[in-house]
Structure formats: structure tokens, C-alpha cells
């Protein structure tokens, strides 16, 4: 009769348990399933073998990571060859709880593995009993152990690159379009609050930053004289609109404000100034960490548009397991709904509708050149999301690709294929590559081509020099020899 032994891992080390009477374990599950929560008979049924703890916690950290890999670590295997006892292999079952492990183990140890039946529940009664099974071990210091290491496989679980995080972006992207719409708010607010003083201003200056950095400026219209011209024209970058404020403020129909009042909005609107600098700040960031996580797509259709989808998909990896026809009508998803349940036309386009290419094709062409679009997109962010070396290459490609579509719908020029596309692309980046492992700003292969049409050349000049030089020689025979006819020929005369 074989005998079967469990192997369990916990996070202090390695356990190996004898259990008795194999044969009526496995005819009476019920009653071991019964059973796995009272020690004493849980006992009578299964015994430890062997423990081996781990000797540190990056030891743990390894064993945990091969073990869920289903590999078998090289301690676990000394561990099983010293505890099991040197018996026939046939006559002996180890249960284990992954069948990807048991499968490891069974190929590197020539042993008889099973996880089925009523191993689980075995397994199960020694995970609740573990504790008070082994020696020196408290239910306190296990618990700990256990939480250490979930918290270690956990951070080795969740690697990720710092320089290509998509979060950033997508908080980049909703904090930008949240300031448009308060910088618009406050604007507003400037705007009907420092009108009461000078309403004359709002005509002449309709851009909502340089009428706050003018209000600021000016603050009493009585005080604005021909002394302050230089410096108002260097904020409104025009010395007729400067003119025209003055102008205006000496005749202004506005009423008198408080200096309390005046100190009021212009504090109000150095927040507002502020608030836009930084949304200049925000939108280069955006820029930037784009450069670094989807120059490809940064590059099709621009940085905001690609933030965006990057931003509605979740993340950069759910947004290049879309298909095309999802990242088509991606943010346009309550019309999408609308239509389908009222049986109407669906959404040319949703989020994309913001890029350039969509505003400059025709009405007719709009919907052709959003699919075309989405398609060239899905490309790109699969790229980005998979390649090792980010680079804009592609992206570049793929822009020039529905640019030759928008004309193809103008002129019926018909433009390249995106196999040839591809492969041009692939072969620059492969260049690039190269040109940065080698440090020198010349790649070697261009190196040498560059010497064989050299040698080429060289070659070519010297036959050319010899064809001239043998028609030189045959033209001077033939001439030689007409001069001599001719001689003969007056001679005989």
C-alpha cells in the first residue's frame, strides 16, 4: 500500500506531513471534511514530517515567486530529497496544491504527485492548524510572517517602469481640462466684477489672460497716464489696443471703486494670472510624459487628444486592447447607446473628433477619415504599450499616412500601402537603435556602405577614365589613318 506525504508551503518555510491510513482518507471525504477543524482527530491523521524555515525574507521572496511561476526552487528540491524517506518512488505520493508545481516536481525528483481528492481538504485542516502543529510557532508570528511576504510578493508582483507610468497622465489630463474650466470661471468673474470700475475694457480686450494681467496692471483707471504706455503695450503686445485703453479711460462711464475693493480684485486676479501660468506649466508636463510613454500616439494626433484616450480607457494597456472601431466612438458612448436604442445613425467619431484631421477633411469624408484615424491609433498605442525602446518613429509614419488619406479623398492620389509604410518605419527604427548602442552618431552599417559606394565610385571613375582615354587613342588612329588615305590618294593624283 503507498504511502502519501503533503508538501505545504507558508510563508516561514517548508512543511512536510505524513498522512495515515491513505486508502480510508480517500473513500471517507466527508468525514475528513467534518474532522479538519478538530485538532485532536485532524492528528490521529496527519503528522509532521519535516520543517525547514526560510533563512531571510528575500529567500522567501524568491521561493514564493518560482513556486507561483509553478518552477521548483532549488531549496524546496534539497528539502524534498532530505525529508522524504528512500523508499521505491512508485510507493510513494506527494499531494501538493498546484498542479503546476506537482507537475515541476514529478519531472525533477521522478516522484508520484497528485493535487485532487482529498488533498485540498488535508491541505486545508494543516493551513488551519499550522501553527499549533509545529513547534515554536505562534498563530502571532505566522500571521506576521504571512503578512511581510504577502506584502513583498505583492510589490515584486506590481513592477512597473517610473519613466512610462500612465497614471500621470491621466491625472495630468483631467487636472488640465478642470483648470480650463476655472480659469474660464474666474475670468468671468474678473470680467463682471472690474467692470463696475472700467466697462469699456472688456471690448478692447477679449482674451480672458490679458485682461486679467491688465485689470492687475491698471487697478484705478484714473491713475492710467501716458507714463504707463510702454509697460501696457508690453502686456497687450499692441500699441494701438494700449492707445485705445487709455483712451477709453479717461472717458469712462464706470463708476468710482473703494481702494478695499481694488486691492480685492487685484489679488483675485494675480490668483487668476497664476492659475493659468501653471496651466501652461501643466499642459508642458503633459507633453513631456507623453514623450516618455506615447510619443507614438503623442505624435498622430497630439498630446491632449492622446491623454484623453489614454485617460477614458483606463490606462495605456486596456486603451491598445481595444479594437479600432472601439477607440473610434471611445468618450461618445450615451449617443452611441441613444442611437441603438431609438435605431438611429450611430457616431462617426467620439474623443478623435478634437484632432485636427477630423476638422480639415469634408463633411462627406469626416466619418471615412475617423475610422481611418482610429485605426492608425490602435496601432500606435499597441506599439507604445509593447515596445522596450520608446520612439516616435511609427507615430510619424502613421501621421504621414492619413495625411496622404485626406489628400487621396481631395485628389484621388493614391497613396502608399501600410505594409511599405511599416516596413520603412521598421528599418529607421532598427537604424536608431543601432545608432544609439553604438554612441557614435553613425551607424556601422552606414559606415560601410558608405565605403563600398565609396570603392564603387572609385572603380566607376577609373573605367570611365579608361573608356575616355581608349577613345581618345581611337579617335587619334582614326585620324592618323584618314590623313594617310588622303595622302596616297593626292599622291596618285
Not at 316 to 343: C, D, H, M, W
Not at 463 to 470: D, F, P, Q, T, Y
Request: glycine content about 6%.
Amino acid at each position: 500500500m503507498g504511502r502519501l506525504y503533503v508538501l505545504y508551503e507558508h510563508a516561514a518555510g517548508y512543511a512536510l506531513f505524513s498522512v495515515s491510513e491513505f486508502e480510508e482518507v480517500g473513500m471517507l471525504l466527508p468525514q475528513v471534511e467534518a474532522s479538519v477543524t478538530d485538532l485532536s482527530r485532524f492528528n490521529a491523521i496527519v503528522k509532521l514530517v519535516s520543517f525547514t524555515p526560510f533563512k531571510s525574507a528575500i529567500t522567501a521572496l524568491e521561493s514564493i515567486n518560482a513556486i507561483s511561476e509553478g518552477l521548483l526552487p532549488e531549496d524546496l528540491k534539497l528539502f524534498l530529497d532530505i525529508a522524504l524517506p528512500p523508499k521505491v518512488a512508485s510507493n510513494i505520493t506527494l499531494g501538493t496544491a498546484d498542479p503546476k508545481l506537482s507537475a515541476s516536481i514529478s519531472e525533477a525528483l521522478s516522484l508520484k504527485c497528485d493535487h485532487t481528492g482529498a488533498i485540498p481538504e488535508i491541505l486545508r485542516g494543516i493551513r488551519f492548524h499550522f501553527a499549533r502543529m509545529v513547534k515554536g510557532l505562534t498563530p502571532q508570528s505566522t500571521a506576521v510572517a504571512q503578512l511581510g511576504l504577502g506584502h513583498s510578493y505583492s510589490r515584486a508582483k506590481v513592477k512597473f517602469n517610473v519613466n512610462r507610468v500612465d497614471n500621470m497622465i491621466i491625472q495630468s489630463i483631467a487636472l488640465l481640462d478642470q483648470l480650463d474650466k476655472d480659469v474660464n470661471t474666474f475670468s468671468m468673474r474678473i470680467r463682471e466684477w472690474y467692470s463696475y470700475h472700467f466697462p469699456e475694457l472688456v471690448k478692447i480686450v477679449p482674451e480672458h489672460y490679458t485682461y486679467a494681467r491688465v485689470a492687475q496692471f491698471i487697478k484705478n483707471r484714473k491713475d492710467l497716464n501716458a507714463d504707463k504706455m510702454a509697460d501696457l503695450e508690453e502686456i497687450v503686445m499692441d500699441s494701438a489696443k494700449a492707445q485705445a485703453i487709455l483712451d477709453a479711460s479717461k472717458s469712462s462711464m464706470g463708476m468710482d471703486i473703494s481702494p478695499v475693493d481694488l486691492i480685492n480684485i487685484e489679488m483675485f486676479a494675480g490668483r487668476v494670472i497664476a492659475l493659468a501660468n501653471y496651466r501652461k506649466q501643466l499642459a508642458e508636463y503633459l507633453r513631456s510624459k507623453m514623450a516618455g510613454v506615447a510619443p507614438n500616439l503623442a505624435t498622430l494626433i497630439g498630446d491632449q487628444v492622446g491623454a484623453r484616450l489614454i485617460a477614458h480607457a483606463g490606462s495605456l494597456t486596456n486603451l491598445a486592447k481595444y479594437p479600432a472601431s472601439t477607440v473610434q466612438i471611445l468618450g461618445a458612448e450615451k449617443a452611441l447607446f441613444r442611437a441603438l436604442k431609438t435605431k438611429g445613425n450611430t457616431p462617426k467619431y467620439g474623443l478623435l473628433f478634437h484632432s485636427t484631421f477630423i476638422g480639415r477633411a469634408g463633411a462627406k469624408n469626416k466619418g471615412r477619415i475617423s475610422r481611418y484615424l482610429a485605426n492608425k491609433c490602435s496601432i500606435a498605442s499597441r506599439i507604445d504599450c509593447f515596445t522596450d525602446v520608446p520612439s516616435c518613429i511609427f507615430g510619424e509614419k502613421l501621421r504621414q499616412q492619413v495625411e496622404d488619406r485626406l489628400k487621396f479623398y481631395e485628389t484621388g492620389d493614391v497613396p502608399k500601402k501600410n505594409i511599405e509604410v511599416m516596413k520603412e518605419a521598421l528599418a529607421e527604427a532598427a537604424l536608431a537603435i543601432e545608432a544609439e548602442v553604438n554612441g557614435n552618431g553613425e551607424v556601422e552599417g552606414e559606415k560601410k556602405k558608405k565605403k563600398k559606394n565609396k570603392k564603387r565610385k572609385t572603380e566607376e571613375a577609373g573605367i570611365v577614365e579608361e573608356e575616355v582615354n581608349g577613345e581618345e587613342n581611337g579617335v587619334g588612329k582614326e585620324n592618323g589613318e584618314k590623313k594617310k588615305k588622303k595622302k596616297k590618294k593626292s599622291e596618285a593624283e
